[in-house]
């Protein structure tokens, strides 16, 4: 892969890459931001096929969480992308319930505390492809492999290609590469990160869910 686009929703990212004849989208942001989700896929050459199979061949989810989920019924249902999760969340997607998270630091807690309130967000919505670890995204044009990595949540996963990597709520880079703040399993998560730092080759890019790219050598500084 040599080109992709980023695409900023608001304070979560989405990435639209290349694949074959199509594309595939990373994660979807929040439906308060499908207009500018719209016109970044449109800008790009993305378009969507009305009743019949577009441009858009599949939208890998990160992890079943609102803030990636929010649009991806409605790229299913207009634009006829398959929806793509790790089947160990396939069912928190399916259902619109967020996963239970415990948080570090006080305003992660508050945060957590909100996710009752969260969970109405997201109406749920249909699994098409589960997910797993190695499996690779050849099918639909693209060489890409998915790494399962849960803590965050179970079936929280990345995806590397060619040496990027697209690491959903692994990492973020709000003013410095650091956690998430959020996790299902403290003790997973922080074997997915040690896991990821062998994974991702040495020159490479991290693409986090939250915040800007970093290198991936910045992977060795981030304690949780």
Same mark, same amino acid.
């Given at each position: 892969?040599?080109?992709?686009?980023?695409?900023?929703?608001?304070?979560?990212?989405?990435?639209?890459?290349?694949?074959? =004849?199509?594309?595939?989208?990373?994660?979807?942001?929040?439906?308060?931001?499908?207009? *500018?989700?719209?016109?970044?896929?449109?800008?790009?050459?993305?378009?969507?096929?009305?009743?019949?199979?577009?441009?858009?061949?599949?939208?890998?989810?990160?992890?079943?969480?609102?803030?990636?989920?929010?649009?991806?019924?409605?790229?299913?249902?207009?634009? $006829?992308?398959? @929806?793509? @999760?790790?089947?160990?969340?396939?069912?928190?997607? *399916? %259902?619109?319930?967020?996963?239970?998270?415990?948080?570090?630091?006080?305003?992660? $807690?508050?945060?957590?505390?909100?996710?009752?309130?969260?969970?109405?967000?997201?109406?749920?919505?249909?699994?098409?492809?589960?997910?797993?670890?190695?499996? %690779?995204?050849?099918?639909?044009?693209?060489?890409? %492999?998915?790494?399962?990595?849960?803590?965050?949540?179970?079936?929280?996963?990345?995806?590397?290609?060619?040496?990027?990597?697209?690491?959903?709520?692994?990492?973020?880079?709000? $003013?410095?590469?650091?956690?998430?703040?959020?996790? *299902?399993?403290? =003790?997973?998560?922080?074997?997915?990160?040690?896991?990821?730092? $062998? @994974?991702?080759?040495?020159?490479?890019?991290?693409?986090?869910?939250?915040?800007?790219?970093?290198?991936?050598?910045?992977?060795?500084?981030?304690?949780?």
């Amino acid at each position: 892969m040599t080109t992709f686009r980023p695409i900023k929703l608001g304070f979560v990212n989405a990435y639209l890459l290349p694949a074959g =004849d199509g594309f595939v989208l990373v994660d979807s942001g929040m439906s308060g931001k499908r207009a *500018e989700l719209e016109a970044a896929l449109k800008a790009a050459g993305c378009e969507s096929a009305g009743n019949k199979p577009g441009q858009l061949r599949l939208v890998v989810l990160t992890h079943p969480d609102y803030d990636h989920t929010g649009n991806c019924l409605w790229l299913r249902d207009v634009w $006829k992308a398959k @929806i793509a @999760i790790h089947e160990a969340d396939a069912e928190a997607l *399916e %259902t619109g319930v967020m996963l239970p998270r415990r948080g570090i630091g006080a305003v992660m $807690k508050v945060f957590v505390g909100l996710t009752s309130l969260l969970r109405s967000a997201n109406p749920g919505c249909p699994v098409d492809v589960r997910l797993a670890e190695g499996q %690779t995204l050849a099918d639909w044009g693209l060489d890409a %492999t998915v790494y399962h990595l849960p803590g965050h949540t179970r079936g929280s996963i990345g995806i590397l290609s060619s040496k990027d990597f697209f690491a959903g709520d692994l990492v973020a880079n709000w $003013k410095k590469p650091g956690t998430a703040f959020l996790a *299902e399993s403290f =003790d997973d998560y922080r074997a997915s990160l040690a896991r990821v730092r $062998k @994974i991702v080759p040495a020159d490479g890019t991290v693409w986090p869910g939250h915040g800007g790219p970093f290198p991936a050598a910045s992977l060795a500084d981030i304690r949780f």
